[in-house]
């Protein structure tokens, strides 16, 4: 491909993208839908502009691969062992009852081979999380009794969709051989060994090693290279590549550099992923729509209708949810999903399903996908009388992994902060840009709520949740750094607040710039108990000594306020910390002249002092 006709289709691609996607998202369609247009509409059946389908879908399956490692980065033991019962219950059993039951019907009625019925149940039962929890996100029910049902179902998804693309190439050559491929099975396994391992006991000493470098860019660089190493280990050894990504995103879901390696491929991940869906749209058979109406609605209907009719019983029975909750439930579940166009993929490559076969159940995928914010619009309206009830104070599934502080620093102060903070049962995120604190806090155990990476950076914050957090504790102990997070967190969550560690009166006063109420100043408190203790050893009682250093505390803080409107001004600021100085002496001399005259009383003898 030469220059000229590389950048012609690479601006073709972002046109289409640019307009496809905003349309589709301004009528809560969600973005997947309009990367599947766009591709219909500059492929091959529609105004041709790009003809090159195969190298097109070759580069963004990679963003397939992507995907998949950004899953297994969120789905750590400890997360899916709080979630086991929605998940491993609901989850389980809608998977394995759609599958049977649309996997029976292609064999016995449709005349699949087993192999491809098996692949096409299993594809067919999983729905968009995409979708779902755009919905979701958007209509504000993610916390609800069916929201937080069916998050748990689309993780189960999610899970389940890998054992399927790790199945595909097992039931080709069982099929192709007439048997099962023992070697090829234990190949698989030996190959899944030796990554878990090697990851286990490799992946974070090289990423500590990179994180020393302190660069955004190598770190970029080492993401990519953990993925794309393991894709290329596992398809040398004739295993998805895909599976092998959704491993090294596992074996780092515990690491505290998730949420930076989150980060570092969210933009590769979006983009690769926006045009993996674009080349399916391009190699969507647009004309079986016109040729053959009644069998792709056909396909539609059933699809939409026997999984709604699982699904609904299902909530109810095992969910436990009202009536209502469970339609709507069904409804926004009974769509197909994204991971079925992988599978799919897959199998029509593989030979499991012909090219007819392919086309028409990815035809009748996108046209669910499609339908379902009108499905679940249209019953938001039938239902309008019965509002959907959110829990009052419920640390659920999802409640429970989203965070009410976003701690910054994990230093002297802010470990603190966090041992309160768990003692009390708030779920909280640490970030720190400091490998050697990580190792120290690794050594002590506990870690798991602490994450390595700059918590200045947006993308950082973004994984980290801080727009479902209440309260931004600054903990760290460089004021620069300290003032360029407080300026990146007041611009995208001002409803975040900020609780900040302060150095010195300088940088109190450019926090309370920032919109900081109040600062803390690190040494202020344990000077004033010092000042405190000195003052009792000197001969003063216990409550003189409390009543002089709570003065100062007062007078210091009214100063601090009257020195913030002109800390600009050296002069300013010399003259009212004099002023200050002197206000003090007056305060503790007036103070001191009835209690000289007091011990004059008790003891006659007692000689006059300067305060006298």
């Not at 491993?88 to 192999?115: D, E, K, N, R």
């Not at 990423?207 to 190493?229: C, I, N, P, Q, Y």
């Not at 309206?381 to 502080?405: E, N, Y």
């Amino acid at each position: 491909m030469d220059s000229h006709h590389f950048l012609q289709v690479a601006v073709v691609f972002l046109l289409a993208t640019v307009v496809a996607v905003p349309l589709t998202k301004r009528f809560r369609l969600g973005s997947v839908l309009g990367y599947l247009l766009a591709g219909m509409a500059i492929g091959p059946q529609a105004l041709r502009l790009v003809g090159d389908t195969g190298g097109v879908a070759a580069i963004s399956e990679f963003g397939v691969v992507l995907m998949l490692f950004v899953i297994g980065l969120e789905l750590s033991p400890q997360r899916l062992w709080v979630m086991r019962r929605s998940v491993f219950g609901t989850g389980l059993l809608q998977v394995l009852a759609t599958s049977a039951v649309i996997g029976v019907t292609a064999w016995w009625l449709l005349g699949f081979t087993p192999g491809a019925a098996l692949i096409v149940g299993g594809s067919l039962a999983l729905s968009s999380t995409a979708f779902g929890l755009q919905i979701l996100g958007e209509r504000k029910e993610a916390g609800t009794a069916y929201g937080r049902q069916a998050f748990a179902i689309l993780l189960f998804q999610d899970l389940a969709a890998i054992p399927l693309i790790a199945a595909v190439p097992l039931l080709t050559s069982s099929t192709a051989s007439h048997g099962f491929d023992l070697m090829g099975a234990l190949r698989t396994v030996g190959v899944i060994v030796a990554v878990v391992v090697g990851g286990r006991y490799l992946l974070r000493p090289v990423f500590r090693f990179v994180a020393k470098a302190d660069a955004v860019e190598v770190s970029t660089a080492t993401a990519l290279l953990v993925v794309m190493g393991v894709a290329l280990l596992m398809e040398v050894a004739g295993v998805s590549v895909t599976l092998g990504a959704f491993l090294a995103g596992v074996l780092l879901a515990d690491s505290e550099y998730r949420h930076e390696l989150e980060s570092n491929i969210e933009p590769f991940k979006g983009l690769l992923l926006g045009l993996f869906f674009i080349s399916v749209g391009m190699s969507m058979d647009i004309s079986l729509l016109l040729r053959a109406p009644l069998l792709v609605l056909g396909l539609v209907a059933a699809l939409l209708l026997l999984k709604g009719a699982l699904l609904w019983p299902l909530g109810r029975i095992v969910g436990g949810l009202e009536r209502g909750d469970a339609l709507r439930l069904a409804v926004l579940l009974a769509c197909g999903g994204e991971f079925a166009f992988v599978v799919l993929k897959l199998a029509g490559e593989q030979g499991l399903l012909s090219a007819r076969q392919h086309n028409l159940l990815v035809l009748a995928i996108t046209l669910s996908m499609a339908l379902t914010p009108l499905l679940v619009a249209g019953l938001a309206k039938l239902l309008g009388a019965h509002k959907v009830r959110k829990p009052a104070r419920d640390f659920d599934t999802i409640v429970a992994h989203s965070p009410r502080v976003i701690l910054a620093g994990y230093g002297r102060m802010g470990q603190i902060v966090a041992r309160i903070l768990r003692a009390e049962g708030i779920p909280f995120v640490a970030l720190d840009h400091s490998v050697e604190q990580m190792d120290l806090v690794r050594r002590f155990g506990r870690w798991n709520d602490i994450f390595y990476g700059d918590p200045a950076r947006p993308e950082l914050l973004r994984a980290a949740q801080a727009d479902k957090a209440e309260v931004f504790v600054l903990a760290s102990d460089d004021p620069e750094s300290s003032l360029h997070v407080a300026r990146v967190v007041r611009r995208m969550y001002p409803h975040l607040k900020i609780v900040a560690r302060a150095r010195n009166r300088q940088h109190v006063w450019r926090l309370m710039d920032l919109g900081v109420d109040e600062p803390i100043r690190e040494t202020l408190y344990s000077s004033l108990k010092m000042t405190k203790q000195a003052l009792i050893a000197l001969g003063l009682t216990p409550e003189r000594a409390m009543d002089r250093v709570e003065r100062f505390r007062r007078q210091d803080a009214e100063l601090i306020k009257a020195q913030y409107l002109v800390y600009d001004d050296e002069a300013k600021l010399v003259q009212t910390t004099k002023e200050a100085l002197a206000e003090l002496d007056k305060l503790f001399e007036a103070d001191a002249e009835p209690q000289a005259q007091a011990a004059r009383e008790r003891n006659p003898d007692t000689p006059l002092t300067s305060a006298d």
